[in-house]
């Protein structure tokens, strides 16, 4: 008889969170797994194809398996011919080409980006001097092919 009154007299019970307050936390996590999984890896595609796109005759390239090679030959839009030794020649895949080892260097005669012949000289002279005319050699140098004492 004494309990009826006090239901009456409590307020009403809490409801629970709303709609938004519910799918918050869905919508942070999916922003989080966009911008640290999704995106960089869509990136890193892109990046891809524009370097199999710019794939020509004389690059270094490397295979999905490891395989380095020249391109010799660029037969279609999916498939290149690649001598991975003198005389032998495969066919791959373009999409196969996981990276370019390197470019081939430009002609020596010619400057590039606007350079003299001069500034290519001077800077092959300079290259051609040792750094350090003092006749000390380091324990590294002799390591790893400098000169050596005798």
Avoid: C, W
């Avoid at 629970?16 to 307050?21: A, C, D, R, V, Y």
């Avoid at 020249?70 to 999409?95: C, F, H, I, W, Y």
Wanted: no cysteine; hydrophobic share 45%; proline share 7%.
């Amino acid at each position: 008889m004494f309990v009826s009154p006090a239901f009456a007299q409590a307020g009403p019970a809490a409801s629970g969170p709303g709609m938004i307050e519910a799918f918050l936390p869905i919508v942070l996590i999916f922003a989080v797994f966009y911008f640290l999984l999704i995106r960089p890896q869509q990136k890193k595609m892109r990046e891809h194809k524009q370097m199999l796109s710019a794939v020509r005759r004389g690059d270094r390239v490397v295979t999905g398996v490891g395989i380095i090679g020249t391109v010799n030959k660029v037969v279609d839009d999916n498939e290149l011919l690649v001598e991975v030794a003198e005389g032998v020649r495969v066919r791959v895949q373009r999409s196969m080409i996981s990276g370019i080892v390197t470019k081939p260097e430009p002609v020596a005669g010619k400057p590039t980006g606007g350079e003299t012949t001069d500034k290519l000289a001077d800077a092959n002279s300079a290259a051609a001097k040792p750094a350090d005319s003092s006749g000390i050699v380091s324990p590294f140098k002799r390591l790893f092919g400098g000169k050596r004492d005798q």
